[in-house]
């Protein structure tokens, strides 16, 4: 009997104390909850998850499916178990009340608690301070329903406007429909209906289906080239010529790329990134400096690496540029055939902002 008390009373606590590591069921257990619940019409404690992954870009480009996945990234479980935490205001018991209204297994509950709060106590007060900002709608948007690439009916086509060498508009009707389960005649995006959100269109494999999705009169196809004029092919502007112009193109089995060139963009982008960003905001994002090739010489302000920060390895492609750069002593020391680094003096000073930026999904 004595043996039981000083179990219960020492060696047991203890040992949730030390939960360093979770094991395969609690892994797959959690996962399995978020993935059921992030799905349910409305869910705070998900979507305030699948926000701040989205924020910190813990969650790469497509953060719906790796909050169906999340065993799949240990990486991003990690996070999600942060975030959690946060939305507990980083109290240990909300955090079990919460776990529990996710229906977490019983056995699961304590370790799981304990291993987060554990990982992330040091992280209370900037989680904390952090937390009002986040402005989360509880009540999600219904999903956007992508036409199914290449899928034909007879009831409805798309059509995307090209434009030729010489500046005329020619047209072509292609099959933007979905077979099956998908309705015959594809919903166009109104003003009141448009989701801004970019994560959906990674899984975009053809332009009929952007006609389908925001309507042929808003969809122009053009050659596309780099800063340096080099052509980059056949690419889609979806709103072209305006402040929401988003340049597509697509490479099959290798993704679809999404680039931004332009200000006052109303569509919202992974991790946050924005054209006109600051350096210093994208360093945050990515956790680290990184480095970047110097100003005025070929492919100037583009990140040729990311340094094994949050954003690396995820498709992210990012090119700045100087705001003020009439200082000759300052911009020279940043500019010719060279590599710098995010953290060079002189960059701080010479208001350096996100020129252009990509996603490309692998």
Known sequence: MKRLIFLVLFVIPVVL????????????????????????????????????????????????????ELQKDPAALDASLKFLFQ????????????????????????????????????????????KPSIVITTKRKPPMVLPSAGATTSSATATVTTTNADGRATTATTAATAAGSIAAQPVVAT???LDWDVRKLFQ???????SAIYGAEHVVARQATDKEGNELGQAYYVYP???????????????????FKNEHSKWKSPYGI???????????????????????????????????????GKGVHVIFRALNSGDPKLYDQVTGD?????????????????????????
């Not at 305030?48 to 924020?55: D, G, K, P, S």
């Not at 960003?277 to 690496?305: C, H, Q, Y």
């Not at 060279?338 to 003096?345: E, G």
Request: with cysteine; charged share 30%.
């Open 17 to 68: 104390h030390a939960q360093s590591k979770l094991t395969q069921q609690q892994i797959e257990d959690f996962s399995a909850r978020v993935s059921h619940h992030f799905q349910l019409p409305t869910d705070p404690i998900t979507e305030f998850i699948a926000e701040q992954l989205t924020r910190t870009g813990s969650g790469g480009l497509d953060v719906d499916k790796t909050m169906m």
């Open 338 to 362: 060279k590599k710098i680094s995010s953290d060079h003096p002189a960059l701080k000073k010479l208001g350096v902002v996100v020129e252009e930026v990509s996603f490309k999904s692998n």
């Open 274 to 312: 924005k054209v006109g960003d600051p350096l210093e905001k994208i360093i945050k994002i990515n956790t680290r400096g990184f480095r970047m090739n110097a100003f005025e010489w070929t492919k100037g302000g583009e990140v040729t690496s990311w340094e094994k920060g949050a954003i690396d």
């Open 241 to 259: 010529d305006t402040d929401d112009e988003m340049q597509v193109i697509f490479d099959g089995d290798n993704g679809t790329q999404l680039t």
């Open 204 to 210: 975009l494999r053809d332009p009929a289906q952007l």
């Open 87 to 130: 939305f507990s205001d980083c109290n240990r018991q909300k955090l079990i009340a919460n776990l529990r209204s996710m229906d977490i297994q019983s056995g699961n509950v304590y370790p799981i608690t304990t291993y987060t709060v554990n990982k992330y106590k040091g992280d209370t007060k900037a989680l904390l301070e952090e």
């Open 191 to 193: 003003a009141e209906t």
